[in-house]
């Protein structure tokens, strides 16, 4: 098992109690810039800050500090996943990156397909969702106390998918981007099984 970081953006969140599973979970915290607040609201102590201080984010002495420019070709998050990956993390959960401004929550989204192509594992979470992207290949979905689950297409087509165990299941299904036939799926049992063999998808879970 690699390092796990938990990686705190800056958008606010109205309670942190889901992130009580993983209070033992990171062996680091990152906050890129707002979320040192956030962090610490959420009962967690960040060791490293990155960000250019837009969000209200700020160097302190005590923390790992990486400076950002204002103008500049990444957004905090993704400089905080870089900064994670060559930290040496292979499995990361982002929170505090949803539910604000739309183009840094679909930024936040992207970032989970670049982790997941680079090799590592890449989990959003929010107080209602838990997002992780999925390349061709098999799957077991644990429920983690939710209700739904739905699979979104990134490219085209997702081909050849077959899902068991859920309440609505599928045989070899060709799904087109854009199409809602695979959004609010049912787990009829733990784990449900699918596979497909090619596009990739966000698979998202909801309460």
């Not at 610490?40 to 500090?65: H, K, N, Q």
């Not at 998050?77 to 499995?91: I, N, S, T, V």
């Not at 840094?104 to 992780?132: F, P, S, W, Y």
Request: proline content about 5%; glycine content about 12%; aromatic content about 10%.
């Amino acid at each position: 098992m690699g390092t796990k970081a938990l990686i705190f953006g800056s958008c606010p969140c109205a309670g942190w109690s889901f992130l009580a599973p993983w209070r033992d979970w990171p062996d680091v915290v990152i906050a890129a810039d707002g979320g040192l607040s956030l962090a610490r609201d959420a009962g967690f102590s960040p060791t490293v800050y990155i960000g250019d201080g837009d969000s209200g984010g700020r160097v302190e002495p005590e923390l790992t500090c990486v400076t950002l420019p204002v103008e500049k070709d990444v957004t905090d998050l993704e400089a905080a996943y870089l900064w994670a990956k060559d930290y040496g993390a292979d499995q990361l959960v982002f929170t505090g990156c949803t539910g604000g401004r739309l183009d840094h929550h679909m930024a936040a989204m992207g970032l989970l397909e670049t982790a997941a192509k680079a090799g590592c594992h890449g989990v959003i979470l929010d107080a209602q969702n838990r997002v992780e992207f999925l390349l061709p290949g098999t799957h077991r979905l644990q429920n983690f106390g939710y209700r739904y689950f739905s699979l979104l297409p990134v490219d085209a087509w997702l081909r050849g998918l077959t899902i068991h165990e859920a309440k609505y299941p599928l045989e070899q299904t060709d799904v087109q981007r854009g199409s809602s036939l695979t959004v609010s799926n049912e787990f009829m049992d733990d784990p449900v099984e699918l596979s497909f063999a090619g596009g990739c998808c966000y698979l998202i879970y909801s309460a």
